[in-house]
């Protein structure tokens, strides 16, 4: 079993550029969230899906962000227009839809806009 | 929201000593979920332990134990027989029952000495 992969690792992209991540979860995981770390600081909560159902976003993702999961596997968060405030790690993280409350991270996508 | 606080920024371990890292929480719920995760230099969060709050007994998960004190509001990770490979920034975290987003401290960085 694998764990829950992002790619890419590194995105270096100029301000207004958009950028696309996507997250790949562990197969059996119905639950993939979205956060974002900046540095020294502990990850935020960006939003999460329940199979392809987006359920809960944060009043950090401005409209220029969105999210989606079409099949209830993968999932893409986009940055339209970026800003330099937007360089940080952006995380991805899955769980069981029962019982198992614990959420496994992939190993983040680094953002940096120049 | 949840407010978690870790208030210790960074500990320094002997190896081989245990160490004692901080969290304390605060909520008005009573159904939640404690856990801690784990952050090393390359940035991929590891899960390390679980704790719900109608747990009557403190977790434990081989070397990691979850000092669970609820009136307090306290949640303390314990490292027994500290290795070299355990320096890493490590993170306390909340979610209620049925919301499932984590909510993160600011971390404290643990470097064990040789």
């Known amino acids: 079993d694998t764990g829950v992969s992002q790619d890419p690792r590194h995105k270096i992209t100029k301000r207004g550029q958009n950028v696309t991540f996507r997250c790949d979860p562990i197969s059996e995981h119905n639950r993939l969230y979205w956060y974002r770390q900046t540095l020294g600081q502990g990850p935020e909560f960006l939003t999460y899906?329940?199979?392809?159902?987006?359920?809960?976003k944060s009043r950090l993702l401005s409209d220029r962000f969105s999210a989606e999961r079409p099949k209830g596997s993968f999932s893409t968060l986009e940055i339209q227009r970026t800003e330099q405030g937007d360089s940080a790690m952006y995380l991805c993280?899955?769980?069981?839809?029962?019982?198992?409350?614990?959420?496994?991270f992939g190993p983040g996508t680094r953002l940096t806009v120049t | 929201a949840q407010k978690i606080t870790q208030t210790q920024p960074g500990m320094f371990v002997q190896e081989k000593e245990a160490v004692t890292l901080d969290c304390t929480y605060d909520?008005?719920?009573?159904?939640?979920?404690l856990f801690w995760y784990k952050q090393p230099s390359s940035g991929e969060m590891i899960f390390l332990i679980y704790q719900g709050s109608y747990d009557e007994q403190n977790a434990t998960e081989g070397r990691y134990s979850l000092n669970f004190q609820k009136a307090r509001k306290s949640a303390n990770l314990v490292i027994s027989a500290s290795q070299l490979g355990d320096s890493a920034m490590y993170f306390c975290a909340m979610s209620y029952i049925n919301d499932y987003k984590l909510s993160f401290g600011a971390g404290t960085t643990v470097t064990v000495r040789a």
């Open positions: 899906f329940q199979n392809e159902a987006q359920l809960e």
């Open positions: 909520t008005s719920d009573q159904s939640y979920g």
């Open positions: 993280a899955s769980s069981l839809g029962t019982g198992g409350y614990e959420q496994y």
